[in-house]
């Protein structure tokens, strides 16, 4: 139960960051700093998808450090402003002309200065001056001369709005493309303003058509979107851009769209793009709620960029440009000079000429190819985030280190994938920034509170038991730390003693240094045997060596791990006797027990010192059967409960025995191999043996002799045959006896 509730408690955790995320995708707990990373993805996402080449298309007229230089600070004279259009249309054929500049006031100081150079050099009398005022009228009025050249032709004026709080205006505001009635009532977030700043009336009946350029920054001061639709008075007014783009495709009126969803039983409407109807059919442009739409910028901006070609206003008013050299082009007027403060922040370079925005916008259009972050980006996000976000808090506690990285890092990539790919193939602008942030999070605070807490119990499970029990179950038990304790219980277990044999006679003869290595030697590999087969080492009792099987971790086959290890112990004590015949060191040997029961094991002892170890009965049992492989020749003597759990070997019944402490006889084996690799010779003694010990305990003294010389025809040097002919030939000497068990007794531990 505690193992359940911890993993529900770290399910919680890894869940704490798809609630702020939630939270922040829905709006009722913005975070500035998820937006400004989505903004950041974005803008680099834009660099590295521009297409970076030129589209011919579109042209920018520039009024630069060079036009300033050979015409002349800026405003010029409305007459050359005039001259500039006359020479567009007329020599280079160009097929519609935008102004990201207003003509907010009257220019009569060239004309002024024209009349007092005439009145001073031309005319000494009053009515000559007049005379000559009335013939050049029409010369000298130079918002006429520019108003002229821009009629019937296919000009877009520019001009911008105004927050002003006292709602200040100049100029004449062109007619707006929406009605306050066709909204119908719905809420519209369109940018609303209070003031403006239009072309003079002149101009602006000569040039209805006007578009406003005001650039609308995000937070962060970049501008990423320009606003297709502001408001001013309930009335909806187009932008430069999309002014210059409707006539390029017949001027068809302007209609809002709106997406009808069903978001939690409320009907929700949401303005998602602008309509250019013609006709039946319709040509869609996608926009925000703010009836913005993201600009696709080709490239770095500039006259250098790459993107669209840039001319310079000198060069046209001198006659430099060969004749229709800019035919069926569409020219935006605009400045790159940077004391006419029209250089903004974007996503592709600080500083941006203000005019190649709206050429970006054209480009876009015309190509189809527009990018926007839809109206139900909320929902995707709200979808995403929930499926990864449950995915993470259902998988992460599963799973170990590495595979919560692969899993995180699959997340991530994933969702990272899905909204490329929405980018790249429908050009959908979704958000990535709090999904990312949040598998992050829900990773760090899973692998936080798996070492925090978990860790910690686990490092505490690693300390207790780490000493008693081999790496390999520590790993096992470490995955679930609340189900081991070093509190008592009684378990089945097995348990195993191994003394080692000549040990005191040959610390009779070192010294305590080479003592100490011959018996760290020979413990090592002994203990390296039992590890292996998953025992826990109890403790080492001088040259004795106590270990169990089954606890603290569970294991079904602890009674053949415990006979298979003290096999491969008798023959590591061969390997340790080789070597050391060869370094001039006398042969040890060892005798091992093991028996079968019910122990009590856990943290036993005082308060000064405890330690994990198994007692009770079958553990006496245990050392009593250590004590008897002398008596027998044998170095495993095994009682008959661990027999039964190990079919897997062949046995040879020693005897049956009461060991001090035990009033009942108990049978005592000794393995003489796996059955399947007993062979034929082994089997034949095996079954003469089973033979004698039949007839050994029904006194049948004839028949154990004749049985005892064919064993020992078999294998002369056997101790254990040596013993039973001795006995045979002392119970000879006895009368038959009804009550006798043929069991040995024991008095000495």
Request: aromatic share 8%; hydrophobic share 45%; glycine share 8%.
């Amino acid at each position: 139960m505690k193992t359940l509730a911890r993993h529900w408690q770290r399910i919680a955790v890894t869940l704490i960051p798809l609630v702020f995320a939630l939270l922040h995708a829905i709006g009722i707990l913005p975070i500035g700093v998820l937006q400004r990373l989505d903004d950041i993805i974005y803008d680099a996402r834009l660099r590295a998808t521009m297409p970076k080449t030129l589209d011919e298309r579109v042209v920018i007229v520039d009024i630069d450090e060079k036009s300033l230089a050979e015409v002349g600070r800026f405003p010029w004279g409305r007459n050359k402003l005039g001259h500039l259009v006359d020479i567009l249309f007329d020599q280079q054929k160009i097929a519609l002309l935008g102004f990201d500049i207003v003509f907010a006031e009257a220019d009569d100081s060239s004309g002024l200065s024209r009349l007092n150079e005439l009145a001073r050099n031309e005319f000494k009398d009053q009515a000559g001056f007049a005379d000559r005022v009335r013939q050049l009228g029409p010369e000298l009025d130079y918002d006429g001369v520019f108003a002229k050249s821009l009629e019937k032709r296919p000009v877009v004026l520019g001009y911008y709005f105004t927050g002003d709080e006292d709602g200040r205006t100049t100029g004449h505001l062109p007619a707006p493309v929406i009605l306050r009635d066709a909204v119908k009532g719905r809420q519209v977030a369109a940018f609303s303003w209070t003031g403006y700043g239009a072309n003079i009336e002149v101009l602006a009946n000569a040039a209805p058509l006007a578009g406003h350029f005001n650039p609308v920054a995000d937070t962060d001061g970049v501008i990423r979107s320009l606003p297709l639709l502001m408001e001013y008075q309930g009335q909806y007014y187009e932008s430069l851009a999309l002014a210059m783009f409707r006539r390029l495709v017949g001027s068809p009126p302007v209609e809002l769209g709106f997406s009808d969803e069903q978001w939690l039983s409320k009907r929700y409407q949401g303005l998602d793009r602008v309509l250019l109807k013609s006709g039946k059919s319709s040509l869609a442009i996608p926009v925000n709620e703010s009836i913005a739409t993201l600009v696709p910028y080709r490239g770095v901006g500039g006259p250098r960029g790459g993107s669209f070609r840039y001319v310079s206003a000198a060069d046209v008013l001198a006659g430099r440009l060969p004749p229709e050299s800019l035919k069926g082009k569409i020219i935006l007027v605009g400045t790159t000079a940077p004391g006419l403060k029209d250089l903004r922040a974007t996503p592709v370079g600080e500083v941006y000429p203000g005019v190649e925005s709206h050429a970006n916008l054209l480009s876009g259009w015309l190509d189809g190819k527009v990018t926007l972050k839809p109206d139900y980006a909320m929902g995707y996000d709200i979808v995403l985030l929930t499926g990864a976000g449950l995915l993470l808090a259902v998988g992460l506690p599963l799973l170990s280190a590495l595979r919560a990285v692969i899993l995180s890092m699959g997340v991530l990539l994933g969702i990272t994938a899905i909204n490329s790919w929405l980018y790249l193939s429908y050009g959908l602008v979704m958000p990535l920034a709090a999904a990312c942030v949040m598998t992050l999070t829900a990773f760090a605070l899973n692998m936080s509170y798996g070492y925090f807490v978990e860790t910690r119990s686990k490092r505490e499970l690693a300390n207790l038991f780490g000493t008693y029990v081999p790496p390999e179950l520590v790993d096992e038990m470490v995955k679930d730390p609340d189900s081991y304790s070093m509190k008592a219980s009684s378990r089945e277990l097995t348990v195993m003693f191994c003394d080692m044999r000549g040990f005191t006679k040959m610390s009779e003869h070192m010294e305590p240094t080479q003592l100490q290595e011959l018996l760290t030697g020979v413990f090592s590999k002994l203990t390296s045997t039992i590890r292996a087969n998953r025992g826990t080492i109890d403790k080492y009792m001088g040259d004795c060596v106590m270990a169990f099987w089954g606890a603290p971790v569970e294991t079904p086959e602890h009674a053949h791990l415990a006979v298979k290890s003290a096999m491969e112990m008798v023959l590591a004590v061969g390997d340790i006797n080789q070597d050391h015949r060869e370094r001039g060191l006398p042969d040890i040997g060892i005798g091992i027990g093991l028996n079968t029961g019910t122990m009590c094991v856990g943290d036993m002892g005082s308060n000064i010192r405890r330690a994990y170890t198994v007692i009770g009965d079958a553990v006496n049992l245990g050392s009593r059967l250590e004590g008897l492989c002398k008596a027998y020749g044998v170095d495993i003597v095994v009682s008959e409960t661990t027999k039964k759990l190990a079919p897997e070997f062949a046995w040879q019944e020693l005897d049956r025995v009461r060991v001090k402490g035990k009033e009942q006889a108990v049978a005592i084996f000794w393995p003489m191999a796996l059955v399947t690799k007993l062979n034929e010779s082994s089997a034949t003694e095996l079954k003469t043996w089973n033979a004698f010990i039949k007839a050994y305990r029904a006194q049948n003294w004839d028949q154990a002799d004749v049985l005892l010389i064919n064993l020992m025809r078999m294998n002369a040097k056997k101790f254990l045959y040596q013993l039973y002919a001795d006995r045979v030939a002392s119970m000879r000497l006895l009368p038959f006896d009804p009550e006798w068990d043929g069991a040995t007794n024991f008095e000495s531990k």
